[in-house]
């Protein structure tokens, strides 16, 4: 199969302009042509009047070998790479030991499913509860303020990213195409096809629910086991090496395969780790709060005349500002036509994100805007103080907001200018409970504060009406990524406690649900093989 790459379209093409393309390109008779299938599809919009789109597509010719040697100097006809995906073990029929995953998200899901798939039997352990009944929790949270601190926006079965804008993209290096693999396995459990090939692929909340029931059910089906509400309150060791967990219950299950996936917010378990001795180092992270706007104002000002065009979808955005104050500003995890949610799992203390669903059509977008903090200038001493920095903020947030769960809310307009906001703008808060208008200053520290208002202004040359006065500001967003890193070795297991195996984005060694997914799979390989081969 040959791979064609920058094939370009225009918007609004139709149907037979690929195929026609294709012969073009190789200057080939239709009939030549068996067959061609979307690897990827993007968009060029960096000229709003004259959007394009851009194909990658795996095609099937007669004349394969004549054509490559036509096209060598070419870097757009190439052989189409394998992107299958191998087992690279199989459980031996006198298996005597079952490996254990903490956390049931993103890592744990994939570490987990990997492991059935190839025979291991693991048994996972989640310390929230199965996703129907976290929902309802959740939503509880959102409506009447009751927070289940074991079952919420970060805890519960399909981890952080349930609750979310579903993005599967990741700038992470994949050169083994694990991507490929979890993108297939959602689409087997149900996720729309096109995630396959679209460039920016999400999926939406409600998807990932029903999701991540199938994927629960093929890991039971292949011999693993699932516990809910089972949070692993200390590990065992003998000497170097792990020997098994506890539950918060008492239940001691033993294994010295111990896969570590517990995700950004297991702040517990972080100190229980730490105390037992595991390597744990600081690491940077970002902090500041979710900024709305009309998607409308966005969709306008990357799309132009073409905005509401079905195939562009609701626009995104990512910005970036260095300060001269040596900060960077960015905006994160951005959710368009979304909503800002709730996102605390500790009690007294307020934390956002944002989600939306698949059709991305509510009216707000908003996204992170946050700045780079770090160990040795902004929480120096203990390898934890970034969790106590995190937690320092939020409980500010908390209070400022009135000690009700409401976050605390400022107009961008008012954030320029330096004072408590009072009234709202034009952007109808989407962020439930609900927001108090105030200010963040004495909530966010004052450089981060400085280097946003530094930052808006050089957005707004990005996108016009970034920085306009009634841009709303929602906080805090301080779940950027870990705090710590647990450190791991290159055979994936911690640095200091053999046969224990940290993934994910708690361990900080993954951002987003597909990188926590492809180093997840990453885990279960490397354990596998520790596996046979001490056999
Ligand atoms: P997690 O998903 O955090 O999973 C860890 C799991 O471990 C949790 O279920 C937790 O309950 C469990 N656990 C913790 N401690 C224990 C213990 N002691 N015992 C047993 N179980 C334990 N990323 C994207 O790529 N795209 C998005 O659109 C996106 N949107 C997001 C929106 C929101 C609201 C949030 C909160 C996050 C979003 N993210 C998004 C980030 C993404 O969710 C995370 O990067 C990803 O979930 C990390 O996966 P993980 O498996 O490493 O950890």
């Keep these: 199969m040959l791979r064609l790459t920058e094939i ?88 005597t030991e079952r490996p254990v995953v903490i956390g049931f998200g993103p890592s744990g899901l994939f570490a987990g499913l990997v492991l059935a798939q190839m025979g291991f039997n693991p048994i996972i352990l989640e310390r929230g509860k199965e996703v129907r009944e976290r929902t309802k929790d959740t939503f509880g949270f959102w409506r009447k303020r009751t927070l289940n601190p074991e079952s919420n926006v970060q805890f519960g079965e399909g981890g952080a990213g349930t609750f979310s804008d579903g993005k599967l993209y990741s700038q992470v290096k994949d050169p083994n195409h694990y991507g490929r693999k979890v993108l297939t396995e959602f689409v087997a459990a149900g996720a729309p096809e096109e995630i396959m090939y679209v460039s920016k692929p999400h999926i939406g909340t409600f998807k990932l629910v029903t999701m991540i029931e199938k994927m629960r059910a093929e890991i039971i089906a292949l011999g693993g086991e699932i516990r809910f509400s089972a949070r692993v309150d200390d590990i065992h060791l ?32 972080f100190y229980m780790l730490h105390d037992k001795g595991v390597y744990i180092e600081p690491k940077p992270f970002s902090v500041g709060f ?42 994160f995890c951005m959710c368009p036509g979304g909503t800002v949610v709730a996102s605390s799992s ?32 902004d929480f120096p001493g203990h390898p934890l103080a970034g969790i106590e920095f995190q937690r320092d903020l939020e409980q500010k947030a908390y209070v400022a907001g009135g000690s009700n769960y409401n976050a605390p809310a400022q107009l961008v307009g008012d954030l320029l200018a330096g004072k408590d906001s009072s009234e709202l703008g034009n952007i109808t808060p989407s962020y439930t409970p609900g927001i108090t208008l105030t200010s963040f200053k004495g909530v966010l520290p004052d450089y981060v504060i400085e280097a946003v208002r530094e930052a808006m202004p050089a957005f707004d040359k990005k ?73």
């Design 8 to 95: 370009k379209l225009p918007l609004d093409h139709d149907e037979a302009a690929l195929p026609a393309a294709i012969v073009t390109k190789l200057n080939i008779s239709a009939d030549q042509l068996h067959s061609f299938h979307m690897f990827k599809r993007g968009y060029d919009a960096r000229k709003k009047t004259n959007i394009f789109l851009v194909y990658t597509l795996d095609i099937e010719v007669d004349n394969e070998a004549e054509l490559l040697a036509q096209f060598k100097d070419d870097p757009h006809v190439k052989m189409a790479p394998d992107t299958s995906y191998k087992f690279v073990a199989k459980a031996p029929s006198n298996l």
């Design 346 to 377: 500790e009690p007294g203390r307020v934390v956002t994100n944002g989600m939306s669903q698949y059709s991305r059509n509510e009216r707000n977008a908003n996204s992170a805007i946050v700045v780079g903090v770090d160990p040795e200038k």
């Design 238 to 269: 003998d000497g170097e090496q792990i020997t098994g967990v506890t539950l918060a219950d008492g239940e001691r299950i033993d294994s010295r395969h111990v896969v570590l996936a517990v995700g950004h917010s297991a702040r517990d378990t």
């Design 290 to 331: 979710r900024v709305e706007h009309k998607q409308s104002m966005i969709d306008e000002c990357r799309f132009g005349p073409n905005a509401g065009n079905p195939i562009l979808g609701a626009a995104d955005y990512k910005l970036v500002h260095h300060c001269k104050n040596g900060r960077t500003v960015y905006s």
């Design 463 to 535: 996108i016009k009406g970034f920085a306009n006065a009634d841009g709303l500001l929602t906080g805090v967003e301080t779940r950027t990524s870990s705090p710590i890193c647990i450190k791991r070795g290159k055979d994936y297991q911690s640095i200091n406690i053999k046969g224990l195996y940290p993934t994910g984005e708690g361990a900080g060694y993954a951002g987003g649900i597909l990188s926590s997914g492809i180093d997840g799979i990453k885990v279960a390989e490397a354990l596998a093989l520790d596996i046979l081969a001490k056999q």
